[in-house]
């Protein structure tokens, strides 16, 4: 089990840094450096979230359901299919995150949260008009 969620965290960091570079390559200096720390603030906000009193039960218990699907072999595409293979597991967190950070309270989730308010704002979905 552990062995899957290492896995897991070793191809999002990958696909991460590789869509940080492309990114930049494309001269988008501004939006690659928020997505260079993106990954680092979200893993703050998740251990913040999972371990504040104040965020409900149900909540916690789909973060920590997440958990275990990245960690579980079984999967909608398997692994060793080339590109897609993982983005099933990223589909996912990204799904459970998104509904953990818009039913928690937003005082809550700004107080955990290390990255920009435009960031934030991006990753709830609530921006009232997209910015490029």
Do not use: C, Q
Request: glycine content about 6%; overall charge positive.
């Amino acid at each position: 089990m552990w062995w899957n969620l290492f896995l897991a965290v070793a191809i999002t960091i990958l696909v991460w840094a590789t869509l940080v570079g492309i990114v930049f390559l494309l001269g988008r200096r501004t939006l690659a450096r928020e997505l260079a720390g993106l990954l680092p603030t979200l893993i703050h906000l998740f251990r913040g979230l999972l371990r504040d009193p104040k965020v409900p039960r149900p909540i916690k218990a789909v973060m920590l359901l997440t958990l275990v699907w990245l960690a579980s072999p079984i999967d909608l595409v398997p692994e060793f299919v080339p590109v897609v293979g993982p983005l099933d597991d990223l589909i996912i967190a990204a799904i459970a995150l998104r509904f953990a950070l818009r039913r928690t309270d937003r005082s809550v989730v700004e107080r955990h949260w290390r990255g920009t308010p435009r960031m934030l704002e991006r990753v709830i979905g609530t921006e009232s008009s997209p910015t490029a």
